[in-house]
């Protein structure tokens, strides 16, 4: 299972202690009124739409038949008994079948209250007996540096992974690298050939950026020999078929599967390269990993599982020697496992991964974050890994999700024209300073502080627009809208965060007292903040459901845009009244609070000043 479901039943009624009172009141309600028993926990209030009176509405249609009334005459009897018997409900109004309950206001400050008092607020703890999660991101090949595709792929992963865990999942977070293949084999072959012995030591390089430039540099003397055959008159297909450059990097690929030792000693020396390349990007992206599996150390079990299908008859060899699956009575076509040469193709790779994995844990789900162009990849692994006889082939979970371009168009690996993501971490965290000072939100700090706030800001702004977005969606990542301190953007909730920090640190100073503020009488807005308060739970819950970080960042986004609204409208270190200071400075401590939780499931830090 995905999801601890007894902890996120737990989690969703936690969403407010008011939920679970009105809840078990409108249960009785029904018992007395219709002699019909319902579960408490399978009345859900929502919150009441805008356009009507309420803060919290409650369906009445499943009691409709077995009153044999009206809906509108069932909601009027429950509105009226609980106005009459819970000291909660302070009034009520019906529209057909929807009884929008008002709850009196003072109950809200026990909600307040309630949030308060609840450790990590909004999220579960897993314990030893709760299920075992992997998931599954980054992915790289190691002929190429991370790019934004990938930096879009490593932000849902690991979110996602928290978000899991807050949902009381024991989380294991996994990334294979593809570290062997052809495409390997056109850096390397390209690094012999035209760079004279270069290291990322002695051309000031990356090691990731040096041995992307070789695949960039193979690729564009290819498409120049290609080109040269099709004048020829060679299709595209047959060109590269006769390109020199590939029947080398073909034979070095063979080379490498025999083992040979200066084949393998090259590879591992420009592998060692892209590692330690990727590393200092996954630091900066604060981007981490449990296991990470290697393509070179679980093809060959890949190989053996493949063999082993064949043998069993569960896989056909065609004359030329591959090895091939036919998913015709799936509804598919012929897959491809091993080619007549021998060598393996990713479909076999992860069905060794996939062995190796579940022989290392317990895995009650596995989860792949890769993107929806490899959907079919996703349905013919499930449907070999459990025709091969692994009895969790069928329970694995494609985490599709969409691709992310610029507001030019799509990116190209080959042609070197994707957006390197060292780059573009390092341009975003320069335009979050230049940015911040130009407001004067970086004045009367120290350059110490400026640049830490800096990096705060401008990572923050770059996984914030790229997580607020449906994960199922195609985006287009714009860098300047990202760094705006107005609207749906990270700055702008991180901006928010800080000021309410500001708050307190002033009643701190002013060592203004605390007092008991429960029979305050809230306002319409203190209200709302409260009610927006109490859904952060059942918005974590949801967001483990349907493996969602963008429900978080846009539940954050809301919450501290009626912040804004409520510290314009009612004032707090000023306050005279200690009981109301009280309650509002409470509800800021809970949505600072929950502001930096929402925020840290994205990976995102907040600064305390800005």
Request: hydrophobic content about 40%; charged content about 25%.
């Amino acid at each position: 299972m995905a999801i601890n479901t007894n902890d996120l039943k737990n989690l969703f009624y936690l969403r407010m202690e008011i939920d679970k009172v009105i809840s078990g009141a409108v249960a009785k309600a029904v018992a007395t009124l219709y002699g019909i028993e319902v579960e408490p926990s399978s009345i859900v209030p929502q919150a009441t739409r805008k356009e009507f009176k309420g803060n919290l509405t409650v369906m009445v249609f499943p009691w409709v038949k077995a009153a044999r009334k009206a809906p509108e005459a069932v909601g009027a009897e429950i509105g009226q008994w609980l106005v009459d018997n819970e000291a909660a409900v302070a009034g009520f109004n019906t529209v057909k079948g929807f009884l929008n309950l008002v709850i009196t206001p003072t109950y809200w400050n026990s909600v307040l209250k309630k949030i308060e008092e609840t450790p990590n607020y909004g999220t579960v703890a897993p314990t030893d007996k709760s299920p075992l999660v992997m998931v599954e991101y980054s992915s790289p090949n190691t002929n190429k540096p991370l790019h934004l595709g990938h930096l879009r792929n490593i932000l849902l992963g690991s979110s996602l992974a928290k978000i899991l865990e807050a949902c009381g999942n024991n989380v294991v977070k996994t990334n294979i690298v593809n570290d062997r293949g052809i495409h390997i084999c056109k850096s390397m072959l390209a690094w012999k050939k035209w760079f004279d012995g270069r290291t990322p030591e002695t051309s000031g390089v990356k090691g990731d950026h040096l041995v992307g430039d070789c695949y960039v540099a193979f690729s564009s003397a290819l498409k120049e020999e290609v080109g040269k055959l099709k004048a020829q008159g060679m299709t595209d297909e047959e060109a590269e078929a006769a390109s020199e450059l590939m029947k080398e990097a073909r034979q070095m690929l063979r080379q490498w599967e025999a083992k040979d030792p200066e084949v393998r000693a090259l590879w591992e020396m420009m592998n060692n390269w892209v590692y330690d390349g990727f590393d200092k990007t996954y630091e900066r992206m604060g981007a981490s990993f449990d296991k990470i599996y290697y393509e070179s150390q679980t093809y060959l079990d890949g190989k053996e599982k493949v063999l082993d299908g064949l043998e069993k008859g569960l896989l056909y060899k065609r004359e030329d020697g591959s090895v091939w699956a036919d998913l015709t009575n799936e509804g598919l076509d012929h897959k491809l496992l091993l080619r007549s040469d021998g060598t393996s193709v990713y479909m076999t790779q992860d069905i060794g991964t996939a062995k190796q994995r579940f022989d290392d844990y317990p895995i009650d789900r596995m989860i792949y974050v890769v993107g929806n162009e490899q959907n079919y990849h996703f349905q013919v692994l499930s449907i070999l890994l459990d025709r091969l006889g692994f009895k969790w082939g069928k329970d694995l979970v494609h985490f599709s999700y969409g691709m992310v371009e610029l507001p030019e168009g799509k990116m190209k690996s080959r042609e070197g024209t994707v957006v390197d993501a060292d780059d573009l971490m390092a341009e975003m965290v320069d335009s979050a300073k230049k940015v911040s000072l130009e407001l004067g939100k970086l004045d009367g700090l120290t350059q110490e502080e400026i640049d830490n706030i800096a990096e705060i800001v401008g990572m923050g702004a770059l996984k914030y627009f790229l997580l607020k977005v449906d994960p199922r969606k195609n985006m287009v990542f714009n860098p300047k809208e990202s760094i705006d301190f107005n609207g749906n953007t990270g700055p702008f909730i991180q901006y928010t965060y800080a000021r309410i920090r500001s708050v307190l640190r002033g009643a701190e100073a002013n060592k203004l007292e605390k007092c008991d503020y429960s029979a305050v009488i809230p306002n319409e807005k203190e209200i709302a903040l409260i009610q927006r308060l109490g859904d952060f739970p059942s918005v974590v819950a949801e967001a483990g459901k349907n493996f969602s970080p963008a429900l978080i960042a846009n539940y954050a986004y809301e919450l501290v845009k009626q912040y804004n609204q409520f510290y314009h409208d009612c004032s707090i270190l000023k306050e005279e009244d200690a009981a109301v200071r009280s309650l509002r400075l409470a509800i800021s401590d809970a949505t600072a609070k929950t502001v930096e939780t929402a925020m840290a499931l994205l990976g995102i830090k907040v600064p305390e000043r800005m």
